[in-house]
């Protein structure tokens, strides 16, 4: 049998501080620190402590080149070579490992930058709701406990600056004014499918698609996106969209239509809202939501191993809410974003693996309560969580 050591892998070492009684009794410091090696491996998926003897295993073999297991055991012990095997840090070329070389083989074939992979991978959540404390405190809460916040601009020496015309009104203007983050959605209220469909297709949708090549093509879009690739993807979930069965489905931007990944009741798509946004019931009524997905594969085919990929695709994410907002606005509704989202359970919703797939972000958008900014509003459009 031959074993390597997985593609991406980094040891944290952690510690828990607790108080040392019998060493502050004896005049001694008070604080004792336990610390501890951490194996974070994006293809795992997971945290794994690991003993000293494990560590040096896993900085003595390859990453790259098999070794047979008798020569690791010699090195580094049995015991230590099967506990890794078992763990899946280690990855053997047999059938009984199969499934952690499967998963080490999509890290490895998808091109990731290894640190990003980390950042990913340990990034998400799952089951997170928000009334475990993540409610954004007011604005005056966080100054008694913060203090005052660094001001709100960079302020340079102000001599030999120009100062700049007085703006004339533009066509953008009425719809950059009326933009604001909605968290009062009208839950009698939905959304007629052709303000649905202008806004997916304006947002989402390919205004042109160039062929680059026999069988490729790149889309053309209302948003930029690093190196033109267009990675992110629409799923809706329609809760309250006329003429649509509650549901989630793949927006498809080429050919416009609304593909069901799963369509459900009203009660099951409210319940999946709220737990797909972490609980954020002021985000969950909203009738027309929007979860975005970067296609890893589609980036990483350009930007292979690449710093800047991973800070691209949630650029683009962040220019399609945008365009979201203001079509929203144009249709006089308020819209939403949030990256405060269960990211581990979308993709089990979506059946997403998330080193292949990162589910980045949710917008949405519906008419407001009474038509008007609820107190809410104004309190969060002061500050925010996120
Ligand atoms: C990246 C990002 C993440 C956000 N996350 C949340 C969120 O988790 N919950 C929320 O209610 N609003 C969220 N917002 C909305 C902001 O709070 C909002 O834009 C801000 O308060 C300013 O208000 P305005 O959009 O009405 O101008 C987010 C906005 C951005 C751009």
Redesign the pocket.
Known sequence: MKIRRCAVLYMESREKLSIDWRTVLAGGSALAATTQWLALAPHLDQELPVTAEELAALGGLSHTVWTTRAEAEQRYGEATIASLLKQGLLIGDTTEHADAQARDDTLRATHWRPLSALTHTFGRWREVSSDNGME?PSFQALLEMFGEPPPPTLDLPAEGALKLPAVRSGLLDEQLFK???G?NFDLQASIPLAVAARLLQRTFGAQEVRMVGPHASVLKKTSPSGGGLHPVEAFVLAQRVDGVTPGLYHYHPIEHELRPVRTMDSATAAELAKQMLAD?H??ADAPLQVVMVARMERSFWKYRNHQKAYRALALDT?HL?QTFYLLAAEAGLPA?????INDVDIEQELGLDHLRHAVV?ICGCGPARGGVRSMVELR??ET???
């Open positions: 954004a933009r604001y983050t968290r954020q002021w985000l962040g809410s939403f974003v949030t990256a405060a972000a969060y459009g925010d969580a996120l």
